[in-house]
T-cell receptor, first 115, second 109 residues
Framework: DARVTQTPRHKVTEMGQEVTMRCQPILGHNTVFWYRQTMMQGLELLAYFRNRAPLDDSGMPKDRFSAEMPDATLATLKIQPSEPRDSAVYFC?????????????FGPGTRLLVL | DAKTTQPNSMESNEEEPVHLPCNHSTISGTDYIHWYRQLPSQGPEYVIHGLTSNVNNRMASLAIAEDRKSSTLILHRATLRDAAVYYCIPRDSGYALNFGKGTSLLVTP
């Protein structure tokens, strides 16, 4: 049963520290998305990649967030320095867009708390 | 992005059918209508999608209006496990999803 995996599942850190979240997309999927969920904003897109190239990162605060895909099996989202307002659940999703057959598969999320 | 309107919340009794409506009057001709749901403390989960014709799968049915300005997700027999937030998302294939606020479905025994 193929799944998107995310690590860590939970992270508590102090303001100013660097946070790195990792995602392993489903093998063969060529599109990877990063979403963030908070009570106030709901689910919002941060960035997404196709064939490892960034297509849209307009949802990310550029000064502190960065997203990369070092290879096809790993996507990373980094926050440096972290701030309390970054506390949220971060979801990674992967998909293989085919006309008429579109599904995004979500990981379990990384719950981040910045103190 | 097409704007969507969904009820904030709905309630159903267990083992009864549930019809979750969505209005998307500004949908473009190439947008598919996707439905996802999010169970408590989990990531969103794909439910179903369609373009023009009604669609069925093992989880649900999707009824799409002829003018495509609205759709209805149908759960044929609600179970307690179906309690979740349901999102209706018009979107062309391959693009990120704009989730909106969704409908919170409460299922009571």
């Amino acid at each position: 049963d193929a799944r998107v995996t995310q690590t860590p599942r939970h992270k508590v850190t102090e303001m100013g520290q660097e946070v790195t979240m990792r995602c392993q997309p489903i093998l063969g999927h060529n599109t990877v998305f990063w979403y963030r969920q908070t009570m106030m904003q709901g689910l919002e897109l941060l960035a997404y990649f196709r064939n490892r190239a960034p297509l849209d990162d307009s949802g990310m605060p550029k000064d502190r967030f960065s997203a990369e895909m070092p290879d096809a099996t790993l996507a990373t989202l980094k926050i440096q320095p972290s701030e309390p307002r970054d506390s949220a659940v971060y979801f990674c999703a992967s998909g293989l867009p085919l006309r008429g057959s579109e599904t995004q598969y979500f990981g379990p999320g990384t719950r981040l708390l910045v103190l | 992005d097409a704007k969507t309107t969904q009820p904030n919340s709905m309630e159903s009794n267990e083992e009864e059918p549930v019809h979750l409506p969505c209005n998307h009057s500004t949908i473009s001709g190439t947008d598919y209508i996707h439905w996802y749901r999010q169970l408590p403390s989990q990531g969103p989960e794909y439910v179903i999608h369609g373009l023009t014709s009604n669609v069925n799968n093992r989880m649900a049915s999707l009824a799409i209006a002829e003018d495509r300005k609205s759709s209805t997700l149908i759960l044929h027999r609600a179970t307690l496990r179906d309690a979740a937030v349901y999102y209706c998302i018009p979107r062309d294939s391959g693009y990120a999803l704009n989730f909106g606020k969704g409908t919170s479905l409460l299922v009571t025994p």
